[in-house]
């Protein structure tokens, strides 16, 4: 595992001087730099089977395009092949031949139909000879699915260097790992209704596997983007990590492309926080998606949580990163949560430290739906976790989970419902210190099982921090700069509210003059 590190970071090093000495902005410079990775590993993964492929070929029957189909392969005509980009003359225009072979591999490949960057023809030639001589010192003999691990480090990389626009597309691994190992995706449909460069999904058939099970043979992949870009970003991803996936291009506020409703096994995503401007007009009528009302401050929140419960089916579980603010927002979003709440879906609910975004340093919660609770003892019991105190730094300024924390956290969750810990990546120890008799109790500052009753009385709020409590110890436990980044949330969100008010206040003094002035 370091050797892919030491070769992603020396691979990324690379790449980023190109950029920094060519007039490319990073948003320009990312999609055909994550093409010409896509395309070395099309070709790593076409020329691994040619060579098995060679020895069942004779002269009465030759290897065609459904061999290569058959298994999985994307198909590859010769001049789409890495080592032709690779030995092309001096002088050659190789932007329109790499181009070239974009297109010749969408025509031989009907998933990729307009997916693959063509923009290669604005870079410098001197520029691309370099990528294409660094691409080709990936080693021969890697593992396939390192591939998909570079694929991912560059996505992250230019997340970074994006700024907020890098967020759209990318949620740190750290999260979505921890997702994914709490809902437990083994088998059935799963949904990303916001995917982004497909995480979620990829991280749910690293799951799979781990459990040692093919991911292509027990999930089903449906995601939906609102952008092109970030569609084609998606089906890359999937397609380096040898998976493929019904990926929709979408405004998922209005657009019910795949009539999501009470259909899915499992909803994963990280929605855009705190979206303005929302037409709610259009939506207002559709009940079966919003089942529980339009909240009537202008955020988008408790219209993105509607759509994930309700495309869970009745044993469906969902996880997903949301803003702080949507835990305690008062108004008609309490109304909304209380509903929620009320209906004996919402399981479980996590706080995360700042600092593990690359885009934004502000803490967030993940929520997690499970529509078969109802019918289990933990029915009238949600459980706050604070993991907020759980945490790597990996820089100044950024944070992640640890493979050992991931697993300490889900198995906290584990013993809630009563099922068995897992140790695979070194948790024991955390997990037998916080639970010493092998079962689930609440620790101070850590988890605790609230009752709706409970719950109810702290004015319907899911945040964990109500509820957990602080360890004693000498001074008072909190960071001082996070307490004070929570706090600004929270005015923001209060501000927000006010102005709201105070508009529909004047609105409604506005019209009781206009009756006056009629009578």
């Not at 109790?441 to 109500?466: F, H, M, T, Y």
Request: proline share 3%; net charge negative; hydrophobic share 40%.
């Amino acid at each position: 595992m370091n050797h892919i590190a030491e070769l992603e970071k020396r691979l990324w090093d690379v790449a980023d001087e190109l950029r920094a000495n060519s007039d490319l902005k990073s948003s320009e410079y990312s999609p055909p730099v994550l093409g010409l990775i896509f395309l070395k590993y099309a070709d790593y993964r076409f020329t691994k089977q040619e060579k098995i492929l060679s020895k069942i070929s004779s002269n009465r029957r030759k290897i065609g395009k459904t061999d290569y189909q058959a298994v999985g392969v994307m198909y590859l005509p010769d001049g789409a092949r890495f080592s032709y980009l690779l030995n092309l003359p001096e002088g050659a225009d190789i932007g329109r031949a790499i181009n070239e072979a974009m297109k010749a591999i969408e025509r031989e490949n009907e998933d990729l139909k307009g997916v693959l960057p063509k923009t290669y023809n604005r870079f410098k030639n001197n520029l691309l000879v370099e990528l294409i001589k660094l691409m080709s010192s990936i080693p021969e003999d890697i593992e396939g699915d390192a591939f998909g691990k570079i694929y991912e480090y560059f996505l992250g990389k230019f997340a970074m260097t994006e700024g907020q626009q890098g967020g759209e597309f990318f949620t740190p691994t750290a999260l979505v790992k921890l997702i994914v190992s709490i809902i437990e995706p083994f088998h059935g449909k799963i949904l990303d209704p916001a995917c982004g460069s497909g995480g979620m999904f990829v991280q749910s058939a690293e799951f799979v596997k781990e459990h040692q099970k093919r991911a292509i043979d027990e999930i089903s992949i449906y995601g939906q983007e609102k952008t092109r870009e970030t569609v084609n970003l998606c089906k890359m991803n999937l397609a380096v990590h040898g998976l493929s996936g019904d990926i929709l291009q979408g405004n998922s506020y209005y657009e019910d492309l795949h009539d999501i409703v009470e259909k899915f096994d499992f909803v994963m995503a990280n929605p855009p926080f705190n979206v303005n401007r929302i037409d709610k007009e259009r939506i207002k009528n559709d009940k079966r998606r919003f089942p529980f009302g339009m909240p009537s401050v202008d955020n988008g929140n408790y219209l993105w949580i509607q759509l994930f419960y309700s495309a869970l089916n009745q044993k469906g579980r969902a996880g997903f990163v949301m803003a702080n603010s949507a835990s305690d927002a008062r108004a008609s979003e309490l109304n909304l949560r209380k509903k929620l709440i009320e209906d004996r879906s919402v399981d479980v609910m996590i706080a995360v430290g700042p600092n593990f975004f690359y885009t934004v340093t502000l803490p967030c919660t993940l929520w997690f739906l499970d529509r078969a609770k109802k019918n289990t003892d933990r029915k009238d019991k949600v459980l706050f976790i604070d993991a907020r105190n759980i945490y790597t730094q990996i820089d100044r300024a950024h944070r992640e989970f640890t493979p050992e924390q991931i697993e300490f956290i889900s198995n906290i969750v584990r013993l809630y419902r009563g099922e068995k810990i897992e140790t695979i990546h070194g948790s024991e120890k955390l997990t037998i210190e916080a639970f010493p008799e092998g079962k689930y109790q609440d620790v101070a500052g850590l988890c605790k099982v609230a009752l709706l009753k409970e719950i109810e009385e702290q004015g319907w709020s899911l945040n964990p921090g109500r509820y957990v409590g602080v360890v004693a110890e000498e001074g008072d436990g909190i960071d001082f700069k996070e307490r004070l980044e929570e706090l600004n949330e929270e005015l923001e969100t209060l501000n927000k509210e006010a102005k709201e008010l105070e508009e529909q206040i004047a609105e409604n003094i506005a019209m009781i003059f206009e009756v006056k002035n009629i009578k």
